[in-house]
DNA sequence: GCTCGTGTCTCGCTGAGTGAAACATCGGCC
DNA sequence: GGCCGATGTTTCACTCAGCGAGACACGAGC
């Protein structure tokens, strides 16, 4: 990572240094990482622990409560995530599977929301995780209503392989989006975890597509084509009581 | 809010100073919160837009999707919340009500999970959220087990009244403290929001009370006292699977 | 018209913040 | 034992990032 030259730009890399799989580091790793000064680091670190946005733990720092406290209360999508979240009860209730809610960033799926129960299926997603478009029915969905252009300029860059299984052959890519188009649900086989299909429908308010919801399980047990009909109709219920609350 | 004399500090008081109430705040009245100078303001926003922490948007600065996410990675209670989610949604299904994971930090608890369906009953918790302990059952849960030490000078100091049910005398509330701890259970009746009640359990890994499960519902649909059971057994099956993950 | 509140920009001054370097620990290894 | 490389911590003189007074532009509302 190359290191800005404000004090603001280091702590964010510092704080960005840190993710799912790595949750604590050290401040050497940290200072390696982000190219910064052993001892700026070491003051900086210092002082996002006073502010209460790093902890101290043993083995180094790792992102403390304070920051998840700040980051549940950006608004961005929270009317989203509180309109939604029941009727995503409804859906896990039926199906007993993982169930997301996901919106677009740029060439990535961010999850809102994953819920799920004691049989669910391993899977690489979290709440406020990320997955490239093209690897995630959820993704594949928000694409398929993506602007044309959009859609042309992430096709035509290299489209990352995330299992074997992931689709990244434009021409396929495709035609998958336009069927996704035209049947009001997308899936996904093993594309962005082994053993695990998906499918997915959005949630629109009027013309826009806001989001999309998911419902995911294992390859053996789990039929995405058989759940495609209540998907739709859980992401369908959400954007109505979307449109209702926006316009009282 | 008094102004810290450091960049770092200027900008988390910026950040801290939004809430879910005012989600969205204006340049001015940022400046006039934080004590800081309109240009410095100014300037600081405008860098926290470009790291992806605010929003610029028509009525002002927003926290945005970017702090959502690096707050979802603080990984502090992020076991505890993946383990315990599946109990959760068993509690969930059996009553049809909001149900709450939450932990102490101080005097408050802070809402790792609220998750709710249709019917679920107004109420000011959120995840992310914070409530005063004294206040909520779940709160009073993780005040029964917290070091006496804690107690006492908690309850010498004066208890913020919420709503007209609130427990403010230390007395009382110092006799419902070892009545939960006797029966592994606390309520609440509007306590923290009219018309709701609550009932809340211990999670436990060995000695240590780590955090605490509610049910909550509307008074007069919801009886607190016939779901105790559940939410007892809930907590400790949480608990159980905790002890199960953490010494393999 | 005027006025009040808002967001934006400039620019000279200064102290917050930098980073080299030295020091303190802690292991591991022969 | 002594040597080694790694880590965390502190000091200190230099300098540039960041500050804030102030000026400007825009829009809304009597």
Sequence with gaps: MTAPHTVLGRAVSLLRTFSFEEPVLTLSELSRRTGLHKATAHRLCREL????????????YRLSRGLFELGM?????????????????????????TVHLGVREGSDVVYLLKIGGHRQARSPSRTGG??????TAIGKMLLAHADPGDVASLLTGPLERVTAHTVTA?????????????????????????????????????????????????????WPARHAVVVRAVAAAIGAALARRSTP
């Design 130 to 135: 990320r997955m490239p478009l093209h690897a």
């Design 170 to 222: 434009p021409g396929i890519l495709h035609r998958q989006l336009e069927r996704a188009l035209d049947e009001g649900v997308a899936f996904e086989h093993e594309e962005s975890a082994p053993g695990l299909t998906c499918v997915a429908a959005p949630v629109t308010v009027g013309e826009d597509v806001v989001a999309a919801v998911s419902a995911a399980g294992p390859l053996g047990r789990f």
């Design 73 to 97: 209360r950006a608004s961005t999508e929270r009317t989203l995530t509180e309109v939604a979240l029941p009727f995503l009860q409804d859906l896990y209730e039926r199906t007993h599977e």
């Design 49 to 60: 622990v006073e502010h209460r946005l790093l902890d101290r733990v043993p083995g180094g």
